[in-house]
């Protein structure tokens, strides 16, 4: 009964370097959605994907961030050239296809980023 | 700006009396609601959801109540223990959104034995 797999658990990265950041969805979901949540805040929603398609991208930084989610393998966010400002807790979540359930987002233990 | 928002930032409560957790939204496109709790370090955990065309759902321990006319969603648990102490948050989906949710800031709640 394997949930939503996220790795790496902590990622220290330096200023300049890049972050990628892995999900693998629960089994049985073809969505999946990437949050990020500040210390003490709610989380922002970042992205949402489909097998080999970016469903909604609104909440995506313009500059240095980016996501996929190919056909095989795990779903992907990159953060390139990291700063202080991208420390935060980056949370995956996956649901299941159009229809009723399809809102129920079920999420991930999360990645700690810290930059240095 | 946010359409979800928490009135309180902590709730305490004695160990087997019941929480009532509120959330006002503002959006009265909203057309899906779900409650999530947050254990430190931990990624938010489903708890109970509810679609706009209900007022009420039951689930183990937990009801949620939704009120549209005041939007307003509220989470009661019973007989409150200490494993439930955590931060509650509440989120909402946007009819035509693209099934994100939109999380409001979080209640913490403890729970004294």
């Known amino acids: 009964n394997a949930g939503v797999m996220q790795n790496p658990r902590h990622l220290v990265r330096r200023r300049g370097q890049e972050a990628r950041l892995r999900c693998s969805p629960m089994?049985?979901?073809?969505?999946v959605y990437w949050y990020r949540q500040l210390p003490e805040e709610g989380l922002k929603f970042m992205v949402y994907?489909?097998?080999?398609?970016?469903?909604?991208e609104s909440g995506m930084p313009k500059e240095r961030f980016s996501a996929e989610f190919p056909k095989e393998g795990p779903s992907i966010l990159r953060i390139q050239q990291v700063v202080r400002g991208d420390s935060a807790a980056y949370f995956c979540?996956?649901?299941?296809?159009?229809?009723?359930?399809?809102?129920?987002?079920?999420f991930g233990p999360g990645t700690r980023l810290t930059v240095t | 700006g946010e359409s979800v928002g928490l009135h309180l930032p902590t709730l305490s409560v004695q160990e087997g009396d019941n929480s009532i957790i509120n959330c006002a939204y503002s959006n009265s496109a909203s057309d899906y609601f779900i409650w999530y709790k947050q254990e430190s370090g931990k990624g938010p955990q489903f708890i109970i959801d509810i679609r706009s065309n209900m007022d009420k759902r039951q689930g183990q321990r937990v009801t949620v109540l939704l009120n549209k006319t005041v939007k307003h969603l509220s989470l009661q648990i019973a007989a409150t223990q200490p494993g439930d102490s955590a931060v509650y948050f509440c989120a909402e989906n946007i009819r035509g959104a693209n099934s994100k949710l939109t999380f409001g800031k979080g209640i913490t709640l403890s729970v004294r034995p």
């Open positions: 089994k049985g979901h073809s969505h």
């Open positions: 979540a996956s649901s299941r296809g159009p229809g009723q359930q399809s809102y129920e987002q079920y």
């Open positions: 994907l489909q097998k080999e398609n970016i469903i909604d």
